[in-house]
């Protein structure tokens, strides 16, 4: 089984620190494989580059950047 965690995010660069931090804690915990979405919807501030920090230690996450802000509505794929 493979889980796949998807988070729209705009404007976060204060608050991806913590993101990592507490999904990090959870997944340690998870017997499965696993992806983490992180969808930028538009942010102006430095979120893109912390989450590229962040995909810098972890494989398992990936970084999706909309070209501008369309509201979280549309930054969740569909599946």
Same mark, same amino acid.
Not at 2 to 21: A, D, H, R, W
């Given at each position: 089984?493979? %889980?796949? !965690?998807?988070? #729209?995010?705009?404007?976060?660069?204060? $608050? &991806? #620190?913590? /993101?990592? $931090? *507490? /999904?990090?804690?959870? &997944? *340690?915990?998870?017997?499965?494989? /696993?992806? &983490? !979405? !992180?969808?930028?919807?538009? =942010? =102006?501030?430095?979120? =893109?580059? %912390?989450?590229?920090?962040?995909?810098?230690?972890?494989?398992?996450? !990936?970084?999706?950047? /909309?070209? *501008?802000?369309?509201?979280?509505?549309?930054?969740?794929? *569909?599946?």
């Amino acid at each position: 089984m493979k %889980l796949s !965690i998807i988070s #729209p995010v705009y404007n976060e660069q204060e $608050t &991806i #620190p913590f /993101l990592q $931090t *507490r /999904l990090e804690k959870v &997944i *340690r915990n998870l017997n499965c494989s /696993l992806e &983490i !979405i !992180i969808v930028d919807d538009g =942010s =102006s501030d430095g979120t =893109s580059d %912390l989450v590229k920090e962040w995909i810098a230690v972890s494989a398992d996450i !990936i970084l999706l950047e /909309l070209s *501008r802000n369309f509201g979280h509505q549309a930054a969740i794929p *569909r599946v």
